[in-house]
């Protein structure tokens, strides 16, 4: 299994990093993935790893579609970083259902926290989902509430129904990542 660096971009001290700048956001990628020459790469250098980093994803918030600046701020943050890093894959935390033409995205993001009978049937969640782009990214996953306990067998196979799911349609979604509690 191969495993790959994703940065969120949403919380910083209470305050939405959304609010920050795109340049403050840039500046994060520049020290992951620049060249060691570079004063952001020169950074990363200097604590130890001269070789950049393979940032492949980067998440613009978390849970944060509804927020009055979310979306605004969405497409600034996807056009500072698509004009340095055209082959970093954005994800939005925006569902598909939210998704337009104004709002461009690579991969939006996914959480299902649910009871164990509700994620049995979410196993045919994306079976009738358009197969154009963009993907899903399943980032966070988990059967909750008192049929949870201290961990159930109940859960356990609701929670593999779920991922039988994904796999079905592993041409639609792009990983997953479960939550634990």
Same mark, same amino acid.
């Given at each position: 299994?191969?495993?790959?660096?994703?940065?969120?971009?949403?919380?910083?001290?209470?305050?939405?990093?959304?609010?920050?700048?795109?340049?403050?956001?840039?500046?994060?990628?520049?020290?992951?993935?620049?060249?060691?020459?570079?004063?952001?790469?020169?950074?990363?250098?200097?604590?130890?790893?001269?070789?950049?980093?393979?940032?492949?994803?980067?998440?613009?918030?978390?849970?944060?579609?509804?927020?009055?600046?979310?979306?605004?701020?969405?497409?600034?943050?996807?056009?500072?970083?698509?004009?340095?890093?055209?082959?970093?894959?954005?994800? /939005? $935390?925006?569902? #598909?259902?939210?998704? =337009?033409?104004?709002?461009?995205?690579?991969?939006?993001? %996914?959480?299902? !926290?649910?009871?164990?009978?509700?994620? /049995? $049937?979410?196993? #045919?969640?994306?079976? =009738?989902?358009?197969?154009?782009?963009?993907?899903?990214? %399943?980032?966070? !996953?988990?059967?909750?509430?008192?049929?949870?306990?201290?961990?159930?067998?109940?859960? =356990?196979?609701?929670?593999?129904?779920?991922?039988?799911?994904?796999?079905?349609?592993?041409?639609?979604?792009?990983?997953?990542?479960?939550?634990?509690?």
């Amino acid at each position: 299994m191969q495993c790959m660096p994703r940065i969120c971009e949403n919380q910083v001290g209470g305050v939405p990093a959304i609010y920050e700048t795109p340049t403050k956001s840039c500046s994060i990628e520049d020290e992951q993935r620049g060249d060691p020459g570079t004063s952001w790469g020169s950074v990363r250098a200097a604590m130890g790893h001269p070789e950049p980093f393979q940032l492949n994803y980067i998440s613009i918030g978390n849970q944060e579609c509804s927020m009055h600046y979310y979306k605004e701020n969405y497409r600034k943050f996807y056009s500072a970083i698509k004009a340095s890093y055209l082959d970093i894959k954005i994800i /939005s $935390s925006c569902d #598909r259902s939210t998704i =337009s033409p104004i709002d461009p995205v690579d991969l939006y993001d %996914v959480h299902v !926290y649910t009871s164990s009978g509700d994620m /049995s $049937s979410k196993s #045919r969640m994306f079976d =009738s989902t358009p197969r154009g782009r963009p993907k899903a990214i %399943v980032s966070e !996953y988990a059967v909750t509430g008192n049929d949870v306990g201290q961990g159930t067998l109940v859960a =356990s196979l609701a929670e593999a129904a779920f991922l039988i799911g994904l796999e079905r349609n592993r041409f639609f979604y792009t990983t997953s990542g479960l939550v634990l509690w």
